[in-house]
Protein backbone atom coordinates (compact mmCIF):
# COMPACT_ATOMS: atom_id res chain seq x y z
CA UNK A 1 0.00 0.00 0.00
CA UNK A 2 1.16 3.59 -0.60
CA UNK A 3 1.91 6.19 2.04
CA UNK A 4 -0.32 8.65 -0.13
CA UNK A 5 -3.05 8.12 1.88
CA UNK A 6 -1.47 8.37 5.59
CA UNK A 7 0.06 11.99 3.50
CA UNK A 8 -3.61 13.27 2.63
CA UNK A 9 -5.04 12.56 6.28
CA UNK A 10 -2.05 14.32 7.85
CA UNK A 11 -2.45 17.03 5.87
CA UNK A 12 -6.45 17.81 6.78
CA UNK A 13 -5.52 17.28 9.99
CA UNK A 14 -2.53 19.61 10.55
CA UNK A 15 -0.18 19.37 13.30
CA UNK A 16 -1.52 18.09 16.63
CA UNK A 17 -1.81 21.85 17.63
CA UNK A 18 -4.10 22.58 15.39
CA UNK A 19 -7.03 20.05 15.49
CA UNK A 20 -10.29 22.12 15.89
CA UNK A 21 -12.58 20.48 17.87
CA UNK A 22 -16.05 19.67 16.43
CA UNK A 23 -18.77 21.61 17.76
CA UNK A 24 -22.01 20.37 18.84
CA UNK A 25 -23.48 22.42 16.21
CA UNK A 26 -21.29 22.20 13.57
CA UNK A 27 -23.23 19.95 11.16
CA UNK A 28 -27.23 21.27 12.53
CA UNK A 29 -28.99 23.20 9.85
CA UNK A 30 -30.47 24.73 12.67
CA UNK A 31 -27.18 26.39 13.11
CA UNK A 32 -26.56 27.29 9.81
CA UNK A 33 -24.34 24.11 8.67
CA UNK A 34 -20.29 23.50 9.48
CA UNK A 35 -19.70 27.31 10.10
CA UNK A 36 -22.87 28.07 11.82
CA UNK A 37 -23.32 29.13 14.99
CA UNK A 38 -26.22 29.00 17.42
CA UNK A 39 -29.63 31.58 16.22
CA UNK A 40 -29.65 34.89 18.39
CA UNK A 41 -32.21 34.60 20.97
CA UNK A 42 -34.84 37.80 21.10
CA UNK A 43 -33.50 40.68 22.51
CA UNK A 44 -35.66 41.19 25.19
CA UNK A 45 -36.08 37.41 26.46
CA UNK A 46 -37.74 36.49 29.38
CA UNK A 47 -37.97 32.60 29.08
CA UNK A 48 -34.89 30.40 30.33
CA UNK A 49 -34.79 27.07 29.17
CA UNK A 50 -32.68 24.96 32.11
CA UNK A 51 -31.08 21.37 32.02
CA UNK A 52 -29.80 19.17 34.03
CA UNK A 53 -32.28 19.15 37.00
CA UNK A 54 -33.14 15.84 39.01
CA UNK A 55 -35.99 13.69 37.92
CA UNK A 56 -37.23 14.68 41.85
CA UNK A 57 -37.11 18.09 41.10
CA UNK A 58 -39.66 20.33 42.86
CA UNK A 59 -41.50 23.74 41.88
CA UNK A 60 -40.34 24.89 45.17
CA UNK A 61 -37.07 24.47 45.03
CA UNK A 62 -36.81 25.56 41.58
CA UNK A 63 -38.41 28.64 42.45
CA UNK A 64 -36.33 29.61 45.64
CA UNK A 65 -33.13 29.11 43.48
CA UNK A 66 -34.40 31.51 40.19
CA UNK A 67 -36.23 34.23 42.94
CA UNK A 68 -32.81 34.70 44.05
CA UNK A 69 -31.64 36.34 40.44
CA UNK A 70 -35.63 38.17 40.04
CA UNK A 71 -39.42 37.99 40.50
CA UNK A 72 -40.17 34.46 38.50
CA UNK A 73 -43.67 35.09 36.59
CA UNK A 74 -44.13 31.35 35.23
CA UNK A 75 -41.93 27.74 35.49
CA UNK A 76 -43.38 24.63 33.61
CA UNK A 77 -41.12 21.56 34.98
CA UNK A 78 -40.74 18.92 32.65
CA UNK A 79 -38.53 15.63 32.97
CA UNK A 80 -35.18 16.60 33.91
CA UNK A 81 -35.29 20.23 32.31
CA UNK A 82 -37.75 23.76 32.67
CA UNK A 83 -38.35 26.38 31.47
CA UNK A 84 -38.24 29.69 33.64
CA UNK A 85 -39.85 32.94 32.86
CA UNK A 86 -38.95 36.23 34.42
CA UNK A 87 -40.93 39.44 34.46
CA UNK A 88 -37.86 41.49 33.53
CA UNK A 89 -34.79 40.87 30.69
CA UNK A 90 -32.44 42.08 33.01
CA UNK A 91 -33.73 39.08 35.78
CA UNK A 92 -33.28 36.71 32.66
CA UNK A 93 -30.06 38.03 31.56
CA UNK A 94 -28.70 37.56 35.67
CA UNK A 95 -29.91 34.13 36.08
CA UNK A 96 -27.72 33.28 33.40
CA UNK A 97 -24.48 34.46 34.21
CA UNK A 98 -25.01 33.50 37.91
CA UNK A 99 -27.01 29.79 37.46
CA UNK A 100 -24.79 28.80 34.49
CA UNK A 101 -22.88 25.99 34.90
CA UNK A 102 -23.73 25.31 38.60
CA UNK A 103 -24.61 22.09 40.84
CA UNK A 104 -27.99 22.23 41.78
CA UNK A 105 -28.92 19.23 44.07
CA UNK A 106 -26.24 17.04 42.36
CA UNK A 107 -26.11 18.21 39.03
CA UNK A 108 -24.62 20.92 36.70
CA UNK A 109 -26.97 22.96 35.35
CA UNK A 110 -27.19 24.52 31.77
CA UNK A 111 -28.92 28.03 31.74
CA UNK A 112 -29.93 29.27 28.19
CA UNK A 113 -32.18 31.67 26.72
CA UNK A 114 -35.57 29.61 25.26
CA UNK A 115 -35.16 29.77 22.02
CA UNK A 116 -38.98 30.73 19.92
CA UNK A 117 -40.20 27.33 18.43
CA UNK A 118 -39.57 28.48 14.89
CA UNK A 119 -36.29 28.06 15.35
CA UNK A 120 -36.34 24.73 16.96
CA UNK A 121 -35.76 21.49 14.28
CA UNK A 122 -39.35 20.02 13.78
CA UNK A 123 -39.61 16.44 14.53
CA UNK A 124 -39.76 14.12 11.77
CA UNK A 125 -39.93 10.88 10.85
CA UNK A 126 -39.53 8.50 7.82
CA UNK A 127 -39.32 9.76 4.33
CA UNK A 128 -39.42 13.63 3.50
CA UNK A 129 -40.76 15.57 0.41
CA UNK A 130 -36.68 16.89 -0.24
CA UNK A 131 -35.37 13.64 0.45
CA UNK A 132 -33.45 11.64 -2.40
CA UNK A 133 -34.78 8.03 -3.70
CA UNK A 134 -32.15 5.19 -2.66
CA UNK A 135 -32.72 3.78 -6.30
CA UNK A 136 -33.17 6.72 -8.79
CA UNK A 137 -31.91 9.37 -6.86
CA UNK A 138 -35.15 11.44 -7.43
CA UNK A 139 -36.84 13.36 -5.08
CA UNK A 140 -40.44 12.73 -3.38
CA UNK A 141 -40.14 9.07 -3.07
CA UNK A 142 -38.63 6.34 -1.58
Not at 35 to 51: I, K, M
Not at 72 to 84: E, G, L, R
Not at 105 to 131: C, F, H, I, M, W
Request: a neutral charge; hydrophobic letters at 25%; glycine letters at 10%.
Amino acid sequence: MSDQGDDDRRRQVGSPGEYKRRDRFDDSPRYGGAAGAPPEPAEDFTQLYVNGLSRSVRYDSLSALFSGCGEVSDIQIKTKYAFVRFKKHEDAVYAIKELNNTNFEGNKLLVEPSYPSADRRKRTSGPQADDKCFSCGLRGHW
